[in-house]
């Protein structure tokens, strides 16, 4: 199992890069870079690749309405090139209100747009004439469409690689249906190893049943804050925990319209249909404290991995039978090098 980091979007990224670089040395396998509506993530890759040697660098993630098909499969081709073979391509559909409300286009068709850039990356990066005749991608454009000049182009550059790993940043229902069939990885959040298949398991199972072999298995990247230690048996875990209680109110209350928030469901799905609910009646109340107070432990329990080692052990053991590749980490504590030391030997 691999180790993989999020890079946190409004934080210090320069600062953040050295974290990288001290972490790469202690087993840090990949790290992610977050996009939103903040600095652009591909430009933080070029930065990244420089600074670092062994790290894979990945989107986590770039929306694939703020550019076209054909240009994500130059990115992917580019940031390949200056990494030597180390990026990664995470791909979601970010929400109506970065796409709508900052880039200014449409959220619609956000599954089969996806699904389509996808297809399109692939044949950028294995230089293929890109003629695509999708649902929402059409390439050349068609007969009545803009100048009438356009032709099929295929990539002028030799990538490194033909097949650079694409993950897709799902939640439900026909779109996890979609990566388990056509992405090489999976991007979920509020992932419980021991639980995530009461959400999504009828989902992944209808897109394995059609994945092409050649793909390989599903890649899973997914984890949580992780602190280890006999401090943090029992309610001793509380105090880190609670670190996770803002950001998960803001996804389960504030992301989305009251009607249509994805992570409200996930967690809903899970059994927390009363506590979903209340914690996003007090948030959009503009009561953020009380909904944070009202996230379950047990939720913040189930997916991070904090306390005793042996308890860890077990974690790790679940993330793996759940089938996790990549397990992702916030590493807590006041050193974070020697926190990844000892998961790399948990691991090993």
Known sequence: MKISMGLSYSGDFKADVQRVVDLEQAGLDLVWVAEAYTFDAISQIGYLAAKTSRVELGTGIINVFSRTASAVGQTAAGCDFVSDGRFVLGLGASGPQVIEGFHGVPYEAPMPRIREYIDVTRMVLRRQPVVYDGKVVQVPLPDGEGT?????????????????????????????????????????????????????????????????????????????????????????????????????????????????????????????????????????????????????????????????????????????????????????GPDPVKLVEHLRDLLD
């Open 148 to 332: 009438g000049l356009g032709k099929p182009l295929k990539l002028i550059n030799h990538p490194v690689r033909a097949d650079v790993p694409i993950f897709w940043a799902s939640l439900m229902g026909k779109s996890v249906t979609a990566t388990a069939r056509h992405a090489d990885g999976w991007l979920p959040i509020f992932f419980d190893p021991l639980r995530f298949r009461e959400v999504w398991g009828e989902s992944i199972d209808a897109g394995l049943a059609e994945r092409d072999p050649a793909l390989g298995s599903l890649q899973i990247s997914a984890g949580g804050m992780v602190a280890i230690g006999d401090e943090y048996a029992g309610d001793g875990a509380d105090a880190v925990l609670d670190l996770a209680r803002p950001t998960a109110a803001l996804y389960i209350g504030g992301m989305g319209a009251r009607d249509k928030n994805f992570y409200n469901s996930i967690v809903q799905r899970y059994g927390y249909v009363d506590e979903a609910r209340r914690i996003q009646d007090l948030y959009l109340s503009g009561d953020k404290l009380a909904a944070a107070t009202e996230v379950p432990r047990s939720l913040l329990a189930s997916t991070n991995l904090v306390g005793p080692e042996s308890e860890v052990r077990e974690r790790l053991a679940a993330y793996r039978e759940a089938g996790v590749t990549h397990l992702s980490i916030i590493p807590v």
